[in-house]
């Protein structure tokens, strides 16, 4: 008997097809956590400790190649009693949010995959930054989720009409909500959007509210919840790992560690699409490539001049603009780098063949 139902797990049919015709005899299941190349998966049957297989590893290039929370993989056994289970494939991702790792190496960090909603949090008080929320609408557009961006702790907040137009002057085309998991506020509306079958993930600075929202949905205090600092309220990273839990009656969410600071990865059509009313005023500047600092007839200047756009809005658009540009360069240079390495593996590969024969 089935003690899951997959699809309440966020199955999309696609996925499902996919699974079919690649894995014959193995079981599908979704990855809930990740700690030390150590995966916990679920399947039909329970959550089972599982390990990637030999060839997994073999040909992994990057941080990209492994399974990451909400992977849906492709494991040898639903139970793990005679030891781990191996995960012999990871299923085709229909979205991925990720960033850059901290320090000079141009790493990927995976927050979370295959999730419908990115929920950006922060709070209406301390961690309140609009330039910040640009960089993570950016990354959410980039990563295929849909976007939502949910303001915490609107009971330590004075004016949170005025916060919210604010943010809704930025957050071109993104839901927004006021919630306080105080008074209850905003949270039904929350719930609106963790239906059966959807997966949502709450991403933001530590200290905002992120685990003390999920035990809202769940109804109890199963998720660590912890202080903030006296002073500038930031929050002691009490969520140490990523993990995915279902919601009953609900969807599924995915709680994440608080960041420190979101570092892109080419997220260039997400600063595209967050930035719509700066680019469709570029389309009316007089020439077609306008730098828009001194050019005559620069249609954003213009715009700037007249209070339509903030300035700082503007910089933070040519900022992150920048910041994409320069990543998009060294992925490029790194692919290349990986289909040589691949390149040699196989020609090792087949090397080691003829040498058998
Ligand atoms: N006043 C008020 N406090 C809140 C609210 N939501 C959370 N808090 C408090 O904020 C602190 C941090 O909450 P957490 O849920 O641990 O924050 P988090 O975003 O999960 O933080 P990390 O796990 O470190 O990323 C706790 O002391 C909560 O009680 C709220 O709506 N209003
Ligand atoms: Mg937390
Ligand atoms: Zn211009």
């Not at 079919?20 to 079981?27: G, V």
């Not at 912890?226 to 990523?242: F, I, L, M, S």
């Amino acid at each position: 008997m089935s003690k899951f139902n997959l699809k309440e797990l966020g199955l999309k049919d696609s996925t499902a097809r996919e699974f079919e015709s690649l894995y014959k005899d193995k079981y599908l299941g979704r990855v809930v956590c990740e700690q030390k190349n150590c995966y916990r998966v679920v399947t039909e049957s329970g959550i089972i400790n599982a390990k990637v297989s030999g060839k997994i590893m073999y040909d992994a290039c990057s941080r990209e190649d492994y399974p990451a929370v909400g992977d849906w993989v492709a494991v040898d056994r639903d139970e793990d009693l005679q030891g781990d289970a191996i995960i012999h494939g990871i299923l085709k991702r229909y979205s991925k949010f990720s960033r850059k790792v901290a320090g000079v190496k141009n790493d990927e960090q995976i927050i979370a995959v295959n999730i419908d909603i990115a929920f950006i949090t922060m709070s209406l008080n301390s961690n309140f930054n609009l330039r910040r929320l640009e960089r993570y609408i950016s990354t959410a557009w980039e990563s295929g989720a849909k976007p939502v961006v949910v303001l915490t702790k609107a009971d330590l907040c004075e004016d949170v009409e005025e916060k919210l137009s604010e943010v809704l002057d930025i957050a071109i085309g993104v839901d927004v909500l006021a919630v306080s998991s105080l008074t209850n506020e905003g949270i039904d509306k929350l719930k609106q959007y963790i239906t059966k079958g959807k997966t949502a993930a709450f991403i933001g600075s530590s200290g905002v509210g992120k685990s003390t929202l999920i035990n809202k949905l769940l109804g109890d205090e199963r998720l660590k919840v912890g202080e903030v600092r006296q002073g500038d309220e930031k929050g002691k990273h009490t969520t140490t790992y990523r993990e995915l839990i279902l919601i009953p009656n609900g969807g599924v969410v995915i709680d994440t560690p608080g960041m420190r600071e979101l570092h892109i990865m080419d997220i260039s059509e997400g600063v595209e699409n967050s930035f719509k009313d700066i680019e469709e005023l570029a389309l009316n500047c007089k020439f077609k490539n306008c730098t828009h600092n001194a050019e005559p007839g620069c249609a954003v200047k213009k715009a700037i001049q007249d209070g339509i756009i903030s300035e700082d809005r503007y910089k933070n658009y040519i900022k992150l603009k920048k910041e994409a540009e320069f990543m998009a360069k060294k992925e490029k240079t790194k692919r290349m780098r990986d289909s040589k390495k691949v390149k040699v593996k196989k020609n090792n590969c087949k090397k080691g063949l003829e040498e058998l024969v």
